[in-house]
């Protein structure tokens, strides 16, 4: 009964692939994001989804492509990977004001 | 420079000790919240805030609106409290900012 599941927990990948990396929420909130954390523990917004429609959409690669195909998913597909990718990334969901976090996707970029 | 600033970065403090982590942001929101992150990775929300104040066990959140700060108090600390503890504001839209995290160990 996890309320925000992210798959894979971990990717390890070489430069130049393409991979996915898919959010499910089991709480019927409208509105989810993507977050990356770097290496630093700095944790920044990437895009924000509302009703499946996007919200926000901070200065990130056009490598990286979301994609909504209900209110309850929220997928997050990386072109053409580069080592500066590596990174924690993560999902959540909001109803209000309060955020429910996945538990990470860690990817490793060689 | 960060919208979103706290203090300490880093913080050690012995079992018991009553502990303060500052946030300070620099524009007008409409809500303040405090996350903590386990050693895990796993982060959990703690509390909301738009105005005054909010208890929940051993800890307690302020905001200051006037002043743009925000402190996250833990009273009686306990070695469970380490973690990261991240202030996030949120700005009118769907727009957050995070500070940079302080990272709590409390020592038995």
């Known amino acids: 009964d996890t309320a925000v599941s992210q798959t894979p927990k971990y990717l390890v990948t070489q430069m130049g692939n393409d991979k996915s990396i898919k959010c499910e929420q089991n709480l019927g909130h409208d509105t989810m994001y993507w977050y990356k954390q770097d290496s630093k523990k700095f944790l920044k917004i990437m895009f924000s989804y509302n009703n499946k429609e996007l919200i926000i959409n901070e200065t990130v690669p056009n490598r990286f492509s979301p994609k909504s195909p209900d209110k309850a998913h929220l997928n997050l597909h990386i072109n053409s990977l580069e080592l500066g990718d590596s990174a924690v990334y993560f999902c959540?969901?909001?109803?209000?004001?309060?955020?429910?976090f996945g538990p990470g996707t860690r990817l490793l970029v060689l | 420079k960060n919208e979103v600033e706290q203090s300490p970065q880093n913080l050690t403090a012995q079992e018991g000790e009553f502990i303060t982590i500052n946030c300070s942001y620099s524009?007008?929101?409409?809500?303040l919240h405090w996350l903590q992150q386990h050693p895990g990775g796993g982060i959990v929300s703690l509390f909301m805030?738009?105005?005054g104040k909010k208890k929940h066990g051993r800890l307690i959140a302020t905001i200051n609106i006037q002043e743009k700060h925000s402190s996250l108090h833990i009273t009686a600390s306990h070695p469970r409290d380490s973690a990261v503890y991240i202030c996030?504001?949120?700005?009118?839209?769907?727009?957050?900012?995070f500070g940079t995290g302080t990272s709590l160990t409390v020592i038995p």
């Open positions: 524009v007008g929101i409409s809500a």
């Open positions: 996030a504001v949120r700005w009118p839209g769907n727009q957050f900012y």
């Open positions: 959540a969901s909001r109803q209000e004001e309060t955020q429910y």
């Open positions: 805030l738009s105005s």
